[in-house]
T-cell receptor
Framework: AQSVTQLGSHVSVSEGALVLLRCNYS??????LFWYVQYPNQGLQLLLK??????LVKGINGFEAEFKKSETSFHLTKPSAHMSDAAEYFC??????????????FGAGTILRVKS | EAGVAQSPRYKIIEKRQSVAFWCNPI?????LYWYQQILGQGPKLLIQ????????DSQLPKDRFSAERLKGVDSTLKIQPAKLEDSAVYLC????????????FGPGTRLLVL
């Protein structure tokens, strides 16, 4: 079964600084990898997804992530943090491809704090 | 396009009581998921439906949890009787057959069991 590890339950950056949120998956290559964002008292919003088309994936709000098979990683980055980026971020992998939908396995989440 | 709707948004009950949550997926989405998100953890899949059939309920505590998706649209998740450890956010998500890998989440129902 797939597993996901997010290093750092809390990350704090200054406004304008680089954002780096780390995600590692278990050794077998999953068909899909995702980053979701969750604002307080809201559901999860999809930031970006990896579907094997390209290793560097661009998402919404200026975020991007790079799939590195050799490192079993899918870290999320943003060149310049904005106050509105403060939220909780979840990395997720799909268990296996199924034509009608895939079970997602989530990491424990990383809370991003942006300081002014 | 309307998103995934859930109600109620908040619920407080005593232990051993019963509770039900409702979900209306995005129109046309064949697959519906219920996740449990305990504070400080990522969401965990409880049950997955395709249309009105169960695809995966391996992590559903069947002695107290039940779910149904009559007519393949709306879904209800029930807990009876509730325990303290059921306090969590219950998230509903849906996906389409055209893009089955992408799940869209509702706002969730926050349950507190006292």
């Amino acid at each position: 079964a797939q597993s996901v590890t997010q290093l750092g339950s809390h990350v704090s950056v200054s406004e304008g600084a680089l954002v780096l949120l780390r995600c590692n998956y278990s050794s077998s290559v999953p068909p899909y990898l995702f980053w979701y964002v969750q604002y307080p008292n809201q559901g999860l919003q999809l930031l970006l997804k990896y579907t094997s088309a390209a290793t560097l994936v661009k998402g919404i709000n200026g975020f991007e992530a790079e799939f590195k098979k050799s490192e079993t990683s899918f870290h999320l980055t943003k060149p310049s943090a904005h106050m509105s980026d403060a939220a909780e971020y979840f990395c997720a992998v799909s268990e296996e491809f199924q034509e009608y939908g895939n079970k997602l396995v989530f990491g424990a989440g990383t809370i991003l704090r942006v300081k002014s | 396009e309307a998103g995934v709707a859930q109600s109620p948004r908040y619920k407080i009950i005593e232990k051993r009581q019963s509770v039900a949550f409702w979900c209306n997926p995005i129109s046309g989405h064949a697959t519906l998921y219920w996740y449990q998100q305990i504070l400080g953890q990522g969401p965990k899949l409880l049950i997955q439906f395709q249309n009105n059939g169960v695809v995966d309920d391996s992590q559903l505590p069947k002695d107290r949890f039940s779910a149904e998706r009559l007519k393949g649209v709306d879904s209800t998740l029930k807990i009876q009787p509730a325990k303290l450890e059921d306090s969590a956010v219950y998230l509903c998500a849906s996906s389409s057959l055209r893009s089955p890998e992408t799940q869209y989440f509702g706002p969730g129902t926050r349950l507190l069991v006292l």
